[in-house]
């Protein structure tokens, strides 16, 4: 997946973004970043930024490139920020909390707060592999630890199941119903954006999004979104 920024010093992995905003999506690679942006006129815009050959650009045919394209990235890339999300929220006494808020109001290190930073004691080894290595070799201490790797991969056939369980009950509801969740669930558009491709008001979405809920909690006893 990509390494787009949302937050200055912060990795995609653990921070979402607000897809209706996004009009680029930037590949990072090895070698520099490639930004792709569609134009009015229907081609693509493309720009390669690397320390060696410095910024180019150039203009070519999109090819199927389109805005909503790149949009369904950077919502794909939400999906994966919101399973490192929730592998990540281990459970925190209030002390621990406190210690945290302390040392990064550290006057002596202001960066810390700014960047997000984690003591090292309280680490949250419980994050998915991807969202804390960078070393894309795969070598990082992170990748390397054992325990890591056999809680992820245990923890993969229960969410697979789970989620199987909640769309094939999701497909004996109404078709608004299954629609509303295809979109503003899965695809993570805007109420709005969902209102408009099924051809309803906000209000009307916002009714079937509701319903889609209490059926949800009521089938599966337990809170779903």
Request: hydrophobic share 30%; aromatic share 6%.
């Given at each position: ?5 949302s ?20 590949y ?7 930004t ?13 930024t690397?320390e ?34 929730r592998?990540a929220r281990?459970y ?15 006057p002596?290190h ?7 930073l ?98 949800l ?5 337990k809170?779903?979104?």
């Amino acid at each position: 997946m990509t390494v787009n920024q949302s937050k200055p010093g912060i990795q995609l992995p653990l921070h979402k973004i607000t897809v209706s905003g996004q009009t680029s999506y930037t590949y990072h690679t090895a070698s520099g970043d490639i930004t792709l942006t569609p134009m009015a006129d229907g081609r693509l815009y493309v720009t390669s930024t690397c320390e060696e050959a410095g910024v180019t650009s150039w203009v070519i045919d999109a090819d199927g490139v389109t805005l909503d394209l790149l949009q369904d990235l950077h919502r794909a890339d939400n999906r994966e920020v919101e399973n490192n999300l929730r592998h990540a929220r281990a459970y925190m006494t209030e002390r621990e909390r406190q210690d945290i808020e302390a040392w990064r109001d550290d006057p002596e290190h202001p960066e810390r707060r700014r960047l997000y930073l984690f003591p090292e004691n309280y680490h949250r080894w419980n994050l998915s592999l991807d969202a804390m290595s960078r070393d894309v070799t795969g070598t990082s201490p992170e990748d390397r630890d054992p325990a890591m790797l056999r809680a992820w991969e245990n923890a993969q056939p229960e969410e697979d199941e789970a989620r199987e369980c909640l769309r094939a009950y999701v497909s004996t509801l109404p078709e608004r119903q299954q629609q509303i969740y295809q979109l503003h669930i899965v695809e993570e558009r805007t109420l709005q954006e969902a209102a408009e491709i099924m051809g309803i008001s906000h209000q009307r979405a916002s009714a079937v999004m509701k319903q889609l809920k209490r059926n949800l909690e009521s089938h599966f006893q337990k809170r779903v979104f």
